[in-house]
């Protein structure tokens, strides 16, 4: 089975401050790996995905995730996080049931950038 | 200019009742898919059509029936609804349902049944 750990709910971080969004997933297959980011009262949209080769990926608003096989991870960063980073993050994995795709998330995590 | 559109934005309505939520997508993808997102955020896929074919349907009651008139459009009827139906619902799409192609998601349904 494949599932997805989001370990922090809420994540409070300064304006111009590092930060590091933990995922873990398990799965007993090759997996595809995703971070979406929920604006307030928007929709998902696609940060980064994992599918395959260079395991560090990299988004154009300078999140990056580094997919993780021995430590089962896929975290998310990001150097200097902006006021307009504040969202919910979810982290996903792709499963394969019956041929036919889905995607699994994590709980979510709440990013909030504080001036 | 929207590749996927919800409609409505926002519907309250009282148990008991038997509501729609219309999908559309502009994209010309062949695999369309249905979210709920809890009062706590979590997200978890409800059904999914490949060229109007169900191909998944996820543990939901059978007073969810969803309808694909063509590869464009996938709606959700909810028949009876009750209080536990309060949500937020996800339509989404992606290329095909084999590939490792993104999934675009619409603007969300908040759905209150009071």
């Known amino acids: 089975a494949q599932s997805v750990t989001q370990l922090d709910s809420q994540v409070p971080v300064f304006e111009e401050a590092p930060v590091e969004l933990r995922c873990n997933y398990s799965?007993?297959?090759?997996?595809?790996l995703f971070w979406y980011v929920q604006y307030p009262n928007q929709g998902l949209q696609l940060l980064l995905k994992?599918?395959?080769?260079?395991?560090l990926v990299e988004s154009i608003n300078g999140f990056e995730a580094e997919f993780n096989k021995s430590q089962t991870s896929f975290h998310l960063r990001k150097p200097s996080v902006h006021i307009s980073d504040t969202a919910e993050y979810f982290c996903a994995v792709r499963k394969l049931i019956q041929g036919a795709q889905k995607l699994v998330f994590g709980q979510g995590t709440r990013l909030t950038i504080n001036p | 200019d929207t590749a996927v559109s919800q409609t409505p934005k926002y519907l309250v309505t009282q148990m008991g009742n038997d509501k729609s939520i219309k999908c559309e997508q502009n994209l010309g993808h062949d695999t369309m898919y249905w979210y709920k997102q809890d009062s706590k955020k979590f997200l978890k896929i409800m059904f999914s059509?490949?060229?109007?074919?169900?191909?998944i349907n996820e543990t939901v009651p059978n007073r969810f029936s969803p309808k694909s008139p063509d590869k464009a459009h996938l709606n959700l009827h909810i028949n009876s609804l009750e209080l536990g139906d309060s949500a937020v619902y996800f339509c989404?799409?992606?290329?095909?349902?084999?590939?490792?192609?993104?999934?675009?998601f619409g603007p969300g349904t908040r759905l209150t049944v009071t």
């Open positions: 059509y490949n060229n109007k074919e169900l191909i």
């Open positions: 989404a799409s992606s290329q095909d349902s084999l590939g490792t192609y993104e999934q675009y």
């Open positions: 799965s007993s297959v090759s997996v595809y």
């Open positions: 994992y599918l395959s080769g260079s395991t």
